[in-house]
């Protein structure tokens, strides 16, 4: 007999077995749901579209008649309905034109066909496409008119069609075929005329990109709060608007490289949000307001390439010390005054350029306190005083540039904590002494000059610390000895200019010239050319700095050397023959040995020196023929032998006429007669100002008259000569050599 407390206990026993039955036997029930087949009109539609691209890595091989599509690259299927939502196809390689089997796919949301090579135009039933939300073409080759197509497409919230070749004027339309469109990108291509009416008055758009453009008329200020604006690199005149719309949203203005005129309103700064500032490239006039105070979530200021004009700005950010401020660049302006001391006060300041203004007075002493600085360029202005020793508190400074300006002092040894600077340019200034020996600390440079100044001593053995250097330049200068034996011995050197010194003994001899591997490569220089007005400027720094930011806090620093790849040790008192591995340097563009003591013959080799421009032995002692080779030299453009003690025929069939001027001063010399093969003497050479080394043809009666002028202005010129032999008189004149040459 059952007890009615087991009875109570009967439904939760039923509910424990029938728990467990369904646990053992239908475990199936929690397994992943089947992947999703594709709907077979959607895959029709797709194999008709891949039948006319060209698919050179076979990036669509999974899009074959086996399986469901569901593994097919870049397809996103509903699990639902089964029909295509999304096609991703970026970076592909894939080209061709857009069949318009694309059009048959009605609940695609997002279509991303960039970077790859389709080109064409859009076909004009995209209109069918009514889902469509994302639509991004962008790096392709596609061209004409702005795809009207696009106009029905009233559901878009991002539309991307940066980077291709189309023209014309943007369609009216276009701010307001769609109420959901929040990012437009029409960058890089070329369209024309002005920005469309309802553009301005769109209230959906936050990012908008039409740089890079032949864009035209003046910028209005927009409704719509925007996030970006970028309308850098387009033909904007007139003045710079307020964006009150977006005071409180915009964080990216980019307004550069257009011809904006009038000052810069204080009401930009009421921007809030504003990290990104860039107006430079513009036309823009008068000073700075006071009032112009940004946030300080400002990350970078660029207001250089215009005509700014007053004292710098006190302070941009309302608390310099707690400001996020990366990049100020207020090069290439009219400013004038000093640097104000509040710029160190920027604590996370990482990049700094003034350079290219009326700048005067010191550095500030408290320079040393901006850490994070990585680039200072002050060059091009009239700064004076010495370098403050506190800048080595800059310890990760890459680069310094203070060059023509007329800082004065000497090279601090201190300097050599900088152990991360790469370049170095302290030219056209005033300062003197002798370079420390402690720089060989600096064992990152990569380019160093110190031209123009009043440096001097022998060459400090700290450079051969420099393994990774590309330019040295010590030009005009008053250093003195013998070159070292380790000149040549740099990997990287592209350009060494020891010109206008005094420099003495003979080019050292030996394996070093096989070491640089410019100078060695014969096709270095191909495809580059240059125009230059005269010889000082060949070995003159080129030298382009470029500095990106790419986060709140990351700085991408980078330059490129443009100077061409050469030597030159021009106007020193160096003596003895050239070394022969110096003529096998096959990557040698610019090779300047002129003015000096030099004697022997010019080697043959020469005429392997197939990269050469420019080649300069004038105003030397060099003795017998010109090697015939020389004028098959193709890249050659200029070419001076002149005032040397060459003799010979100069044959007229092999182009030397290319160098008017090349041989004067060379009495030994002849030009090859048509008619004879002989020698019609001088005639045909060009004369050129200068001293031949001897001419014993003069007329005994010029001698005479020369020889009389002499005697009777002998005291005089006795005087003028023992003043100019003078230390001082000496210094003057050097001084003065060099600000002709000045860079």
């Not at 020389?630 to 006429?657: A, C, D, E, F, H």
């Amino acid at each position: 007999m059952i007890s009615s407390n087991s009875l109570q206990l009967l439904p939760a026993l039923l509910s424990v077995l029938l728990l467990s039955v369904i646990t053992q036997q239908v475990p199936c029930t929690f397994a992943a749901p089947a992947p999703p087949l594709l709907n077979p009109r959607d895959r029709a539609s797709l194999l008709e579209f891949k039948s006319g691209l060209q698919d050179p890595f076979q990036s669509l091989s999974s899009w074959d008649d086996v399986g469901g599509g569901s593994t097919w690259t870049g397809l996103t299927i509903s699990n639902l309905t089964g029909r295509l939502t999304s096609l991703n196809l970026t970076s592909l390689n894939l080209s061709g034109q857009i069949h318009p089997s694309l059009c048959h796919l009605p609940f695609l949301e997002t279509l991303i066909l960039s970077r790859n090579a389709f080109h064409g135009s859009l076909p004009l039933c995209f209109n069918l496409l009514h889902n469509l939300k994302t639509f991004d073409v962008s790096y392709n080759v596609f061209a004409g008119s702005f795809p009207q197509a696009l106009s029905m497409s009233n559901r878009l919230t991002e539309l991307d069609l940066s980077h291709n070749m189309f023209t014309h004027e943007i369609p009216f339309w276009i701010g307001n075929f769609s109420l959901n469109l929040e990012k437009l990108n029409l960058g890089f291509n070329s369209f024309t005329r002005d920005i469309p009416i309802s553009l301005y008055f769109s209230t959906s758009l936050k990012y908008l990109d039409l740089s890079h453009n032949y864009l035209s008329g003046n910028i209005g200020d927009f409704r719509a709060s925007f996030v970006t604006i970028n309308l850098q690199h387009n033909l904007f005149s007139g003045t710079l608007p307020c964006f009150f719309s977006s005071f409180q949203s915009l964080s990216v203005l980019n307004l550069a490289n257009n011809s904006i005129v009038g000052g810069i309103p204080s009401c930009i700064s009421a921007c809030h949000q504003l990290t990104h500032l860039n107006l430079s490239l513009n036309q823009l006039q008068y000073g700075i307001s006071p009032r112009l105070v940004f946030s300080d979530k400002l990350v970078v200021l660029d207001l250089s390439f215009n005509k700014l004009a007053g004292y710098l700005p006190r302070n941009v950010v309302q608390t310099p010390d707690k400001s996020g401020l990366l990049l100020v660049d207020l090069s290439h302006n009219q400013f004038t005054g000093d640097i104000p001391t509040s710029v160190t006060e920027l604590r996370s300041l990482q990049a700094l350029f003034l350079s290219h203004n009326l700048l005067t007075g010191e550095i500030p002493e408290r320079i040393g306190n901006l850490t994070y600085l990585q680039v200072i360029d002050l060059s091009h202005n009239m700064l004076t005083g010495s370098i403050p020793l506190n800048i080595v508190g800059c310890f990760q400074l890459l680069a310094l540039k203070l060059d023509n300006n007329n800082l004065s002092g000497e090279i601090q040894p201190e300097l050599d904590a900088l152990d991360s600077l790469r370049i170095l340019s302290l030219s056209n200034n005033q300062i003197s002494g002798e370079i420390p020996l402690t720089l060989a600390g600096c064992k990152s440079l990569e380019v160093v000059d110190l031209s123009c100044n009043k440096l001097s001593g022998s060459l400090s053995d700290a450079i051969t610390k420099w393994s990774n250097l590309k330019f040295l330049s010590l030009s005009h200068n008053k250093f003195y000895g013998a070159l070292p034996s380790w000149l040549f011995t740099f990997e990287a050197i592209r350009t060494i200019d020891l010109s206008s010194n005094n420099f003495s003994g003979k080019i050292p001899d030996g394996y070093n010239f096989n070491v640089s591997l410019n100078f060695n490569r014969g096709d270095v220089g191909r495809g580059r050319d240059y125009i230059q007005l005269s010889f000082s400027s060949f070995t003159d720094l080129d030298l382009q700095v470029s500095v990106i930011i790419g986060g709140r806090s990351e700085l991408s620093f980078k330059y490129e050397i443009l100077t061409i790849i050469g030597i030159d040790i021009s106007n020193n008192l160096l003596h003895g023959e050239i070394p022969a591995g110096l003529f096998g340097l096959q990557g040698l563009e610019y090779l300047n040995l002129s003015d000096n003591y030099l004697e022997g013959r010019i080697p043959v080799i020469v005429g392997k020196m197939w990269s050469l421009k420019v080649l300069d032995l004038s105003h030397n002692s060099f003795s017998g023929q010109i090697p015939e080779n020389i004028s098959g030299l193709g890249n050659l453009t200029v070419l001076n032998l002149s005032y040397n003690r060459l003799s010979g025929v100069i044959p007229t069939r092999q182009g030397y006429w290319r160098f008017p001027g090349a041989f004067a001063g060379n009495p030994g010399l002849c030009l090859e007669s048509s008619v004879n093969d002989g020698c019609k003497g001088q005639e045909g050479l060009p004369k050129l100002r200068g001293n031949t080394f001897s001419d014993e043809n003069e007329s005994s009666s010029f001698i005479s008259v020369w020889v009389f002028c002499v005697s009777a202005l002998v005291s005089f010129y006795v005087g003028v000569v023992a003043l100019c032999c003078s230390a001082r008189t000496r210094n003057y004149i050097m001084q003065t050599k060099c600000n002709r040459n000045s860079f």
